[in-house]
């Protein structure tokens, strides 16, 4: 759901006033012309948007931190996956050594068998 800004988009008539009014947009900061006769918008220039980076110098370093990083994170998950076959493993024992110390107790009963 949108979020409510008051009187955003409504445009009331007045008398004698300018035929056109200029209307900043609450969502994309962009610059509207909206003709009071017609009400509706006769003109769109968008927001500036500000540069990320203020050279490329600073562009490639960003771009290293990143490769950097994701090199990290990948590293993490290769370690994890093979401590993650180990921890299967002993799950995996640990499960065969219960199952063969419980004693088999046959057919489990269902809710079915004792109506």
């Known amino acids: 759901m949108a979020p409510f800004f008051p009187f955003c988009g ?6 004698k006033g300018p035929s056109t009014i200029e ?3 609450p969502c994309c900061s ?5 003709d009071t006769a017609t009400a ?9 948007k500000p540069r990320m980076f203020s050279d490329m110098e600073e562009a490639a370093r960003a771009m290293k931190e990143q490769d950097s990083r994701r090199e990290s994170i990948f590293r ?5 996956q ?5 921890l299967l493993d ?5 499960a065969v050594k ?3 110390e419980s004693p088999d107790t046959g057919k489990p009963i269902r809710d079915f068998d004792l109506d």
């Open 30 to 34: 962009a610059l509207l012309k909206v």
């Open 82 to 86: 093979k401590h993650a076959s180990e």
């Open 40 to 48: 509706e918008v006769i003109a769109h220039t968008a927001a500036v």
């Open 76 to 80: 993490q998950s290769v370690e994890a």
């Open 90 to 94: 002993k799950k995996f024992q640990e």
């Open 23 to 25: 209307v900043t947009c």
């Open 98 to 100: 219960k199952a063969k």
């Open 10 to 15: 409504i445009i009331r008539t007045m008398a």
